[in-house]
């Protein structure tokens, strides 16, 4: 279980080698839910096969529920955000960096009760690991730890005893990438490379075993209903009709109570210019209304609940009265988890 990442793809890559040699035949199914488990079990039915390993790049709640209760042995490979973003757009056709960033996040927030409580039936396999001490973890989850099958294994995998490769090398030898992910959105726009790192500042406290209690959100994350395939740059001129001006970023996070802190700056609103900040996931989650001053940095606080990591956040700024002047800007937000009930 884990991130949809070279880590995890890589330890299947392991965990079969262990199978194959201390078993034999098996099969391998994908599923991120217990109802996509019992449909890929109930098709495999007819197979001679009664060894099975379960992989879960995605998991929900209810499937990582359903794996405490039932106390199943597991293994827990996550990676960085970045890997997870640049791997999701080598492989996968569509997928721009913002959308990769979305999906990252969530597949991080996905694991984070994981990472950070571990139940004693988990091997969780770091990515600066030698590959040889993850191996050597895998087969001890499974009970196959003598050293004749650890050695068996390394051989089988190609992996010489000798090697001080880490796990992040060999996930990266496992499953290579044909393009330069960060070479390939620099050309496109600088901003995308900047946005993954951004994140990954934040959301790599996940890999490193830490919950994920304040954060920030690049402003630029945010779109524009004008131009919702561009990041957002710079100030918004208010004149216009009432609208939206502001949306986006649909990053995941973990479950709980939240606050979020908008700080702001206008200039030149001169007349009654109106404006509503709300979190939004499915629906509106907390909202506030106010009448801009004409000029000057502010700021606002909303208290809003998670419920699910699978309902990405949105944070959206609406113009409520048509504007003949003025402009906004949003300078900062910041994110606190206040608890995680």
């Known amino acids: 279980m884990g991130t949809p990442s070279p880590a995890l793809y890589a330890s299947i890559n392991i965990l079969r080698a262990i199978v194959q040699l201390a078993i034999g035949a098996h099969s391998v199914v994908v599923a991120n839910s217990p109802s996509d488990l019992a449909d890929r079990v109930g098709a495999l039915s007819g197979e001679a096969s009664r060894i099975l390993i379960v992989v879960s790049d995605y998991p929900g709640r209810d499937f990582v529920q359903s794996v405490l209760e039932e106390g199943m042995p597991f293994v827990l490979c996550v990676d960085r955000l970045v890997r997870i973003a640049h791997y999701a757009i080598a492989t996968r056709k569509e997928m721009t960096a913002v959308m990769a960033a979305r999906f990252a996040s969530t597949g991080l927030v996905n694991v984070e009760r ?6 004693g039936n988990a091997v969780i396999a770091r990515p600066e690991w030698n590959i040889k001490s993850v191996i ?3 087969c001890r989850a499974y009970g196959l730890d003598d050293q004749d099958r650890l050695d068996q294994v390394m051989e089988y ?8 490769i880490s796990f992040d090398a060999f996930a990266a030898k496992a499953c290579p990438q ?6 390939t959105l620099e050309k496109q726009s600088p901003l995308e490379n900047e946005l993954i790192d951004f994140l990954a500042l934040h959301y790599d406290r996940i890999v490193a075993g830490q919950a994920l209690t304040t954060l920030e959100w690049p402003t630029f994350a945010l779109l524009r209903p004008e131009f919702p395939d ?3 740059v710079g100030a918004i001129d208010l004149t216009g009709p009432a609208r939206f001006i502001h949306y986006g970023p649909f990053l995941s996070l973990p479950e709980g109570v ?4 908008v700080a702001i700056e206008v200039q030149d609103c001169l007349s009654d210019n109106r404006v509503a900040i709300e979190t939004f996931a499915e629906e509106v989650l907390a909202r506030f209304e106010t009448q801009l001053p004409s000029e000057g940095v502010y700021g606002c606080a909303l208290r809003f609940r998670v419920v699910s990591a699978a309902r990405p956040i949105e944070l959206r700024v609406q113009l409520l009265t048509g504007a003949i002047e003025g402009t906004f800007l949003i300078r900062r937000i910041k994110l606190t988890r206040v608890t995680d009930e």
């Open 258 to 261: 939240w606050t979020i802190e």
């Open 114 to 119: 994981l990472m950070t409580s571990p139940p």
């Open 178 to 183: 044909d393009i330069d992910v960060r070479a």
């Open 136 to 138: 050597g973890e895998f």
């Open 230 to 232: 561009r990041l957002t």
């Open 157 to 164: 995998l190609g992996v010489s005893a000798s090697q001080a």
